[in-house]
């Protein structure tokens, strides 16, 4: 225990020393001043729920590793995996239809972590986008559930069958029409989330934006989820448009035009996509980016709990698995994140990895927690 507290203390007096390094680089204070509760002291551990910016000391890292290393030395067969994608929807639409909208939390942290959701002019001054190399967690002390976590639906095979689309399509042959009037045409800021479920972030979004000249669109490929949003008593078609869409079915169109949207917002969704149609997407999605845009995302970092957890036999691919319920997760590194959204023309403005220590106080379990959080712009 002396040892565990020795190292612990140490790897925190690092991180505190960076933290203030980074507060006194500006004047204005970290972009998301969120993410401040430091355990300084291991014997403080079940004082709260959630440890914010929680360094691994090697041992941990190294004990993480091989549990990933052994859960995922066995893969499921390539002859069983095709279903996991195209069934996906399937499988996500009977999730939707059992758990209804009493599975995720609202995301009431999005304007703390991402205040690019809003126009500038309604932005605090503290609350710019951060920069490249900024570090900080910028997370409130809410949690993100696990499926185990949050996680939206979007991938299939695009030979086969697609669930039912609410959307026309906008070209022939994949390629794109000019749209002359779409929802949300007079609007002059445009929010766009890909796989929103049943708007755990679109309603917060939505209570924000009235009477700001604001619109935000959402998709998911789930038809039960984008009729449960449509029956939520906030929804308000004034500022929101509602639709079934595939985000890995290159001829599926948006209902809006190309270079149109402020931002694109993907929480907990790209997770759900095989890690080699990845590229695809969000390649796709940053064309609907008007220049200075903004793409915002978050999901599962390497060595999260709920990949831990996983059995032998659920792997799919490498750092990929599927759920008992025929859903899948991926879990992504810092590096991998960088080269998704670069590789696709966007700048960096925020790359970061948000360790955290989760704590079940009546248990006296700890368990750690890693979350990606990024923003990337377009710049022409």
Same mark, same amino acid.
């Given at each position: 225990?002396?040892?565990?507290?020795?190292?612990?203390?140490?790897?925190?007096?690092?991180?505190?020393?960076?933290?203030?390094?980074?507060?006194?680089?500006?004047?204005?204070?970290?972009?998301?001043?969120?993410?401040?509760?430091?355990?300084?002291?291991?014997?403080?551990?079940?004082?709260?729920?959630?440890?914010?910016?929680?360094?691994?000391?090697?041992?941990?890292?190294?004990?993480?590793?091989?549990?990933?290393?052994?859960?995922?030395?066995?893969?499921?067969?390539?002859?069983?995996?095709?279903?996991?994608?195209?069934?996906?929807?399937?499988?996500?639409?009977?999730?939707?239809?059992?758990?209804?909208?009493?599975?995720?939390?609202?995301?009431?942290?999005?304007?703390?972590?991402?205040?690019?959701?809003?126009?500038?002019?309604?932005?605090?001054?503290?609350?710019?986008?951060?920069?490249?190399?900024?570090?900080?967690?910028?997370?409130?002390?809410?949690? %993100?559930?696990?499926?185990?976590?949050?996680?939206?639906?979007?991938?299939?095979?695009?030979?086969?069958?697609? %669930?039912?689309?609410?959307?026309?399509? !906008?070209?022939?042959?994949?390629?794109?029409?000019?749209?002359?009037?779409?929802?949300?045409?007079?609007?002059?800021?445009?929010?766009?989330?890909?796989?929103?479920?049943?708007?755990?972030?679109?309603?917060?979004?939505?209570?924000?934006?009235?009477?700001?000249?604001?619109?935000?669109?959402?998709?998911?490929?789930?038809?039960?989820?984008?009729?449960?949003?449509?029956?939520?008593?906030?929804?308000?078609?004034?500022?929101?448009?509602?639709?079934?869409?595939?985000? %890995?079915?290159?001829?599926?169109?948006?209902?809006?035009?190309? !270079?149109?949207?402020?931002?694109?917002?993907?929480?907990?969704?790209?997770?759900?996509?095989?890690?080699?149609?990845?590229?695809?997407?969000?390649?796709?999605?940053?064309?609907?980016?008007?220049?200075?845009?903004?793409?915002?995302?978050?999901?599962?970092?390497?060595?999260?709990?709920?990949?831990?957890?996983?059995?032998?036999?659920?792997?799919?691919?490498?750092?990929?698995?599927?759920?008992?319920?025929?859903?899948?997760?991926?879990?992504?590194?810092?590096?991998?994140?960088?080269?998704?959204?670069?590789?696709?023309?966007?700048?960096?403005?925020?790359?970061?990895?948000?360790?955290?220590?989760?704590?079940?106080?009546?248990?006296?379990?700890?368990?750690?927690?890693?979350?990606?959080?990024?923003?990337?712009?377009?710049?022409?």
């Amino acid at each position: 225990m002396h040892t565990y507290k020795s190292l612990y203390l140490c790897s925190v007096a690092k991180y505190v020393c960076k933290f203030c390094i980074r507060l006194q680089s500006t004047a204005r204070g970290p972009s998301a001043p969120l993410g401040a509760r430091l355990l300084t002291n291991p014997e403080d551990i079940f004082q709260h729920n959630m440890w914010d910016h929680v360094q691994w000391t090697e041992e941990e890292k190294e004990r993480a590793r091989e549990k990933a290393e052994d859960n995922s030395s066995v893969h499921i067969p390539l002859a069983e995996q095709g279903k996991f994608d195209t069934e996906a929807c399937g499988y996500w639409d009977r999730f939707y239809e059992t758990h209804r909208n009493k599975f995720f939390k609202d995301r009431r942290w999005l304007f703390q972590e991402f205040p690019e959701l809003l126009p500038l002019r309604l932005r605090s001054p503290l609350a710019d986008v951060s920069q490249a190399g900024n570090s900080s967690s910028g997370r409130t002390s809410e949690t %993100c559930q696990d499926h185990s976590s949050d996680p939206p639906p979007q991938h299939r095979d695009a030979d086969s069958p697609v %669930c039912p689309t609410s959307v026309d399509a !906008q070209a022939a042959h994949g390629e794109e029409t000019l749209v002359t009037s779409f929802p949300g045409q007079h609007a002059d800021f445009r929010i766009l989330e890909v796989g929103c479920g049943v708007g755990n972030s679109v309603f917060p979004i939505v209570k924000s934006i009235k009477e700001t000249g604001a619109f935000v669109y959402c998709c998911d490929f789930s038809p039960h989820a984008i009729q449960l949003v449509k029956e939520h008593p906030d929804y308000d078609q004034s500022v929101c448009h509602a639709f079934v869409h595939d985000l %890995c079915e290159e001829g599926a169109s948006f209902p809006v035009p190309l !270079q149109s949207l402020d931002v694109v917002m993907a929480v907990f969704v790209l997770s759900s996509i095989h890690p080699a149609r990845l590229q695809a997407v969000v390649n796709r999605l940053t064309t609907y980016l008007k220049p200075g845009g903004v793409f915002l995302f978050r999901d599962y970092g390497r060595y999260d709990l709920s990949q831990l957890r996983f059995k032998k036999g659920q792997c799919l691919a490498d750092h990929f698995y599927t759920r008992g319920d025929g859903t899948c997760v991926y879990f992504f590194t810092r590096d991998e994140v960088r080269s998704l959204f670069t590789n696709a023309g966007l700048e960096e403005l925020q790359n970061l990895e948000d360790r955290r220590l989760q704590v079940n106080r009546g248990k006296k379990v700890v368990m750690h927690r890693v979350w990606m959080q990024s923003k990337y712009q377009k710049t022409h």
